[in-house]
């Protein structure tokens, strides 16, 4: 590992710490090294706080002034909620500046190392470029596209069953399986589940962990058919959006949005669209979501090309039965050679489960024929 490699690497360390703190904002870890000692270090934490290099900057005080500073993602060049990072490094007298990655912001796209190397700045782009990128990979889609990153999450058996056939799930995976699933659900502004699920589980989709915070609750309901006492609707520990169909149930939607539910209707006709829901998710500037529906909400998403990332749980059990559902259903491929591969799998082992990682890709007109 080089010098810049172990400055980069404690700045990225500290910037994925805040993971699930900084939505819609980026991940973003800073660190001021002068004469071969850490002087300043600094995270981004919060969406209209200082950025990372503020935090770095401030902490060094005079000692910035000949130093380098090493960040995970391009200083802004632009005035925001807070002024632009790249003023505040010339005028902090900082001579070196190392950057992992370019802001895939248009508003920064580059203008960031301009305005540095025109002060006369030295600057080093591409230092564990790849590290920096996966660590962003949720504001990378949401800031260029401007929709959410959708993870899809389940847990089930070898078999891949996600209950028996008398529908019992309880428990499929481990304890600490399911202490994971609260940590994916902490660095997620949303949880995505059908309203069946509601029905039939009751759950409030909040996240236990300590100082964790609970993601907004969206919910896929055509008709408007959740009971009023569903705990999603009552408990108020965290906002609640139903996405329905065209043919709601109005008097349903009045009694709902008593309550405090926001209600957002679709252009399906008798299913709700998932791209209208992707759509009005980013509008709404929700940059993350985790899916946890049952087989018919993952396989709506994934048909759509809509799901960026697959988490799946793997217990060491086996099911069987015909009728036992699975996390993945719907109408399926009907040629093996159009199953969605998943590309950068990671395999690691959680408790007594293996926990899958990776990335659907999907067959487009440009990559359909090609293995």
């Known amino acids: 590992m080089t010098n810049h490699e172990f400055y980069m690497s404690l700045a990225l360390e500290n910037a994925t710490a805040m993971k699930g703190q900084t939505d819609p904002n980026p991940l973003v870890g800073s660190v001021i090294v002068n004469e071969s000692r850490i002087v300043g270090i600094g995270t981004h934490l919060k969406a209209g706080e200082p950025h990372a ?129 609260h940590l994916l659900r902490n660095q997620n502004m949303a949880i995505l589940v059908g309203v069946t699920t509601v029905i039939k589980d009751d759950p409030e989709l909040t996240t236990r962990i300590p100082n964790g915070r609970n993601p907004i609750r969206i919910i896929l309901d055509s008709t408007l058919r959740i009971p009023l006492n569903s705990k999603v609707v009552t408990d108020g520990l965290a906002e609640t959006w139903i996405f329905t169909a065209r043919e709601y149930d109005q008097d349903a939607k009045e009694e709902l949005e008593k309550r405090g539910v926001s209600i957002y209707p679709t252009s399906g006709i008798k299913h709700v669209d998932p791209n209208d829901v992707v759509r009005i998710l980013g509008e709404k500037l929700v940059s993350s979501v985790l899916l946890e529906g049952g ?55 959680i408790g007594k489960d293996f926990k899958f990682t990776g990335y659907p890709k999907y067959i487009t007109k440009q990559t359909e024929g090609v293995k």
């Open 295 to 349: 087989g018919t909400i993952h396989a709506a998403f994934l048909e759509n090309q809509l799901v960026d990332k697959v988490e799946l749980y793997l217990a060491p059990k086996l099911v069987g039965g015909a009728q036992a559902p699975t996390f993945l259903e719907g109408r399926g491929v009907g040629l093996m050679r159009d199953a969605v591969d998943l590309e950068n799998l990671r395999i690691t082992q």
């Open 53 to 181: 290099e503020i935090h770095a900057i401030r902490m060094a005080g005079d000692k910035a002034k000949g130093g380098t500073i090493y960040v995970t993602l391009e200083p802004c060049s632009h005035f925001g909620r807070t002024g632009p990072c790249a003023t505040a490094i010339v005028e902090a007298g900082i001579t070196k500046v190392v950057i992992a990655t370019l802001d895939p912001n248009p508003v920064v796209a580059g203008n960031g190392v301009k305005m540095l190397e025109e002060a006369g700045i030295e600057v080093i782009v591409g230092v564990m470029e790849e590290e920096s990128r996966m660590m962003n990979e949720v504001f990378n889609k949401f800031i260029v596209e401007q929709k959410p990153f959708l993870t899809m999450k389940a847990g089930s058996t070898l078999d891949g069953k996600i209950a028996t056939h008398t529908a019992d799930s309880k428990w499929i995976t481990s304890a600490e399986a399911r202490h994971d699933v």
